[in-house]
């Protein structure tokens, strides 16, 4: 009874480093989504995937990037971070058009 | 562009009592979807209620029931009976398209005992 499962749940970068979050639905849903939630913002869509081996950019998809090479698993990726991604990023999956989404718990990430 | 307003960034409730939260979108779409979701401390995105816009029936769920004000473009959420459990932040969200879902910056709701 897993859903939606975020990793890592927490962690610390320096400018220029670089890392990937990784979100796994076991749900069998074909669209995943990656959101940023910064304070007195909601949350804004970086880059989403509606099936298996396809990516498109969101609202604020600059300085990150995606994979979804398997239907399960949606990929999140900084090459090389900045102060300005310091944020907690959320993963969420739907199964068709319409119904809500599953959210993961969410990655909190600090950059230095 | 799609937007979504909330105008209430913090409301406080006496627990029992009732309180509205306010939503107000905006859309090019006429088939969408809105959403309540509940953000506890835990930071966990719980969905509340989900309202079709084709539907004139006003979604309910438990203690929670919508005013949806379709030629307004207003979404509400009703809590009936505060409980201190629903202590969180609120966010509406709209979802028209394929994948587009578009939140508001959230409402903070405070119960007190």
């Known amino acids: 009874n897993a859903g939606v499962t975020q990793t890592p749940k927490f962690r610390v970068l320096k400018t220029g480093q670089s890392m990937t979050l990784l979100c796994a639905q076991d749900?069998?849903?074909?669209?995943m989504y990656w959101y940023r939630q910064d304070p007195g913002m909601g949350l804004r869509l970086i880059h989403y995937?509606?099936?298996?081996?396809?990516?498109a950019k969101g609202e604020v998809p600059d300085g990150y990037n995606v994979s979804r090479l398997k239907k399960q698993n949606f990929l999140l990726g900084l090459e090389s971070a900045a102060p300005s991604q310091t944020s907690v990023y959320f993963c969420?999956?739907?199964?068709?058009?319409?119904?809500?989404?599953?959210f993961g718990d969410g990655t909190r990430l600090s950059i230095l | 562009a799609q937007t979504v307003t909330q105008s209430q960034p913090e409301m406080s409730v006496q627990e029992a009592e009732t309180v509205t939260l306010s939503c107000t979108y905006d859309?090019?779409?006429?088939?969408?979807?809105l959403f309540w979701y509940k953000q506890p401390p835990s930071r966990q995105m719980i969905l509340v209620i989900r309202?079709?816009?084709?539907?004139?029936q006003n979604a309910t769920e438990n203690r929670f029931s919508v005013n949806f004000q379709k030629a307004a473009k207003s979404f509400s959420l009703k809590i009936s009976d505060s409980q201190l459990g629903d202590a969180a932040m609120y966010f509406c969200?709209?979802?028209?398209?394929?994948?587009?879902?578009?939140f508001g910056t959230g409402t903070r709701l405070k119960v007190l005992a």
């Open positions: 309202q079709e816009a084709y539907k004139q």
């Open positions: 859309t090019s779409e006429s088939d969408y979807y």
């Open positions: 969200a709209c979802h028209s398209g394929t994948y587009k879902y578009i």
């Open positions: 749900m069998n849903h074909e669209y």
């Open positions: 995937s509606v099936g298996e081996g396809t990516t």
């Open positions: 969420a999956s739907s199964h068709l058009r319409g119904q809500p989404q599953h």
